[in-house]
């Protein structure tokens, strides 16, 4: 008896250089091998290395089908065109139905490869509704700078040979799930994800690697991750599959690159932005937190996503239950895998009636500055300390993981915020108010309502002209005397603090 059945075309099995083997002989080792890591014993892996279309499609051939419990599909040009390769597929979802169904335990025993991309319009009819249910497993990438195709095999180098293996691994996982949970017996009972579910949303062609080392991580850890299926191409449809998907799961999780993406011919927004926008949804109506990464300033070419980027920085209808992220994904992976750890169980305390508590202590101010103005930014540490208030500072490196955990942990503790604008450009005060402006975000109870903005040396006619409405501005005074607009702020937020 088969555990799994390869259906390809034997075309794709000739090596690109003699003596090499085949792309598919390859492919069908590797899979084995890590299939039987995982399961702990052997199994039989099948394919067909003499028919060719010419040979008669006899009983022989149908009974392998008849015993194996998955197919795997090699879906290139030539298997698409091939009548041989079709039947075998059709054959193989005929005997799957008589014989009880197409899935073990609501996953699919058809799984589909794709070593060479396929148009859709190339695809017959009759396999079109099939493929689209599946989630495919692509051995290749396309540059998303180029366009151009690269798929993952090792004649094309060391990295094309390492995500080879990464793809084998991921079909290898699916595949013994599939296998764990296929007619179980008291020996080998059904086995089911121990974790949690979590939304990881579709994202642009550069991040799918990243995308795709996050899914393999999560499935390691026994979670489950949704959508595990293809999304529809409209956007009414769309709708309906993300918003199933997100009332299933206790945590999403959004990449966006630096490119807008994929717009359905039906919708104004990207598929990316559609998702968070029905995420921010989900989290407004249940509270779902939500992990949300962007990249780097100044990182992205493309107009709409720079402007939709900014979108999401700054109103705050984004930031419900989200924690924002930029450059490096390390924070996010670790924040990820905290929220998804089960919660360290305390011993019950007994309960005594109590009314709420009011903060104690002196108010907290955060006063941000760039590393280089230290020296400048001490005269006002100094005085508002003597005004009472307990003074925060950032870490002197600002691009280490532990400043960027300092940072928040700032913003989680503090009443007020004072933006030292002194060597530091103009970009970087206003990316500062935004991540005041992000603060709720990392889990504050209240948004800051007392920030500031200290204006001081080197001055030019953009620090001269800076307003705002929401924020305090602070010019310095020469020989730092205090002044009016300062001490308003002192006040403020001794009153907000209560």
């Known amino acids: 008896m088969n555990d799994v059945f390869i259906s390809y ?41 003499k028919l060719q279309g010419s040979d008669l499609f006899d009983d022989a051939l149908v009974r392998q089908f008849s015993d194996s419990k998955v197919l795997v599909s090699v879906l290139t040009p030539r298997y698409v065109r091939s009548e041989w390769c079709r039947r075998e597929l059709e054959e193989f979802v005929r005997l799957a139905g008589t014989q009880g169904a197409l899935t073990a335990d609501n996953k699919s025993r058809v799984f589909k490869v794709v070593k060479t991309p396929v148009a859709p319009h190339d695809i017959p009819p009759q396999l079109i509704d099939l493929f689209s249910r599946l989630l495919g497993f692509e051995f290749y ?72 080392k996050i899914r393999r991580e999560l499935l390691e850890r026994g979670h489950r991750v949704l959508p595990d299926a293809p999304l529809p191409s409209l956007s009414s449809e769309i709708e309906s599959a993300v918003k199933s998907c997100l009332g299933q799961c206790t945590v999403a999780v959004h990449l966006l690159g630096r490119h807008y993406g994929t717009t359905p011919e039906d919708a104004a927004e990207s598929v990316p932005a559609l998702q968070l926008r029905w995420s921010a949804e989900a989290a407004g109506q249940r509270a779902l937190p939500r992990l949300i990464w962007l990249p780097g300033e100044g990182e992205t070419t493309d107009e709409r996503q720079r402007a939709f980027l900014t979108e999401i920085q700054d109103l705050p209808k984004w930031h419900f239950c989200a924690d924002l992220f930029e450059g490096n994904l390390t924070a996010l992976k670790k924040d990820l895998l905290a929220k998804l750890s089960p919660a360290e169980k305390k011993p019950l305390a007994p309960t005594v009636a109590t009314t709420p508590a009011t903060p104690t202590g002196p108010a907290r101010v955060y006063l941000m500055c760039e590393a280089a103005d230290e020296p400048a930014v001490e005269a006002l540490e100094d ?63 209240a948004p800051i309502t007392v920030q500031g903005v200290y204006i001081a040396p080197p001055l030019d006619h953009r620090k001269e002209r800076f307003r705002s409405h929401d924020t305090h501005v602070i010019h310095a005074q020469p020989d730092f005397a205090a002044n009016t607009a300062l001490a308003k702020f002192v006040q403020a937020l001794k009153e907000a603090r209560g």
């Open 9 to 49: 075309a034997h075309i794709d099995d000739q090596p690109m250089l003699e003596g090499q083997r085949g792309w598919i002989s390859q492919f069908h080792r590797s899979l084995e091998v890590r299939m039987a890591q995982l399961l702990g014993q052997e199994l039989k892996i099948w394919r067909d290395p």
């Open 383 to 445: 005085f508002l300390f003597a005004q009472g208030l307990e003074v925060c500072l950032p870490a002197g490196d600002g691009g280490s993981a532990d400043a960027s955990t300092l940072h928040r942990e700032n913003l989680l503790s503090c009443d007020g915020v004072i933006v030292f604008y002194g060597s530091a450009p103009r970009a970087w005060v206003d990316i500062k108010l935004r991540d005041v402006l992000k603060a709720p975000g990392y889990g504050r109870a």
């Open 141 to 212: 990438e396309i540059d998303p700078e180029t366009g151009k195709l690269r798929e993952f095999d090792e004649t094309f180098g060391l990295v094309a040979r390492q995500r080879f293996f990464e793809r084998i691994y991921d079909l290898a996982h699916e595949m013994c799930a599939v296998l764990k949970t296929f007619q179980p017996t008291p020996d080998t009972p059904a086995v089911r994800p121990s974790g949690k579910t979590v939304y990881l949303a579709t994202t642009t062609l550069e991040l799918q690697p990243e995308r795709d």
